[in-house]
């Protein structure tokens, strides 16, 4: 038994290390990352109204410590993953697995939350699209304060590019007809009206001053409210490509 305990006992890390160096595509991926991180830090973002990028770089720097950061599926995540670069400002940072697609994320966000003072959550259109009821529990958490408990604040980023631009930056990415109707799926739903049947107050905003302005103002805030900005379905690759 001890011979076996030893056999299968965690060797020391260092001691590890002198046997099997790093390989050199770890070095490499570090060096491109830094790189990337001293591109972010350099770009004025609040030039560019039309980016993603630009919005969460200026949600990050005003997201209070100690916040639940909940990103949904597809756009938000990688987006989030592109353009966050390290800070000392502690977050926790919650998502559902890929795997279960983007039914119920704002439920999940929204459940998650009531373990903190202060959640942001990031979200494309399809996502709060599939899971819009969800903001009826504005009503709930209301009534539940009513009774004692303590109603967080939680703010909706809806980045809406009307549509599921992830798959703009396919291969397969084409012009003709059937891609739009099939892929980017555009749905033009009026947000702030489906918010509002549900007691959400709404900001829509169109420059990184404005989302500035309407971010600080609905932080603290108890209930949920929704922050939409509005951005381009296409031409997602294109963005990117100048940080990634």
Do not use: C
Not at 51 to 71: D, H, K, N, V
Not at 73 to 80: D, F, T
Not at 96 to 121: C, E, H
Not at 213 to 223: H, K, N, P, R
């Amino acid at each position: 038994m001890v011979a076996l305990l030893e056999a299968g006992t965690v060797p020391d890390p260092e001691e590890s290390m002198a046997y099997a160096p790093l390989p050199q595509n770890v070095h490499e991926w570090g060096l491109i990352d830094r790189a990337r991180t001293e591109r972010i830090l350099a770009t004025d973002f609040a030039a560019d109204s039309q980016f993603e990028g630009s919005y969460l770089r200026a949600m990050l720097e005003e997201i209070p410590a100690e916040s639940l950061l909940f990103t949904a599926n597809s756009m938000s995540v990688r987006a989030l993953d592109a353009f966050y670069v390290s800070q000392a400002k502690h977050l926790t940072v919650l998502a559902n697995r890929g795997l279960n697609g983007i039914d119920g994320t704002v439920s999940t966000a929204l459940g998650a939350a009531q373990s903190f003072k202060q959640t942001v959550m990031v979200t494309g259109d399809l996502t709060l699209l599939h899971d819009l009821n969800s903001l009826a529990l504005q009503g709930e958490m209301l009534l539940r304060e009513r009774q004692g408990s303590p109603r967080p604040s939680i703010v909706i980023v809806l980045l809406n590019n009307n549509g599921g631009a992830i798959f703009d930056m396919l291969p397969q990415k084409s012009d003709e007809s059937y891609f739009e109707r099939l892929f980017l799926t555009p749905q033009k739903v009026d947000f702030a009206a489906a918010a509002g049947a549900f007691g959400v107050p709404t900001a829509t905003v169109h420059t990184v001053a404005e989302f500035k302005q309407a971010f600080s103002g609905f932080l603290g805030e108890q209930g949920i409210s929704l922050i939409e900005v509005p951005l381009p379905l296409t031409g997602v690759r294109e963005r990117y490509d100048q940080y990634w």
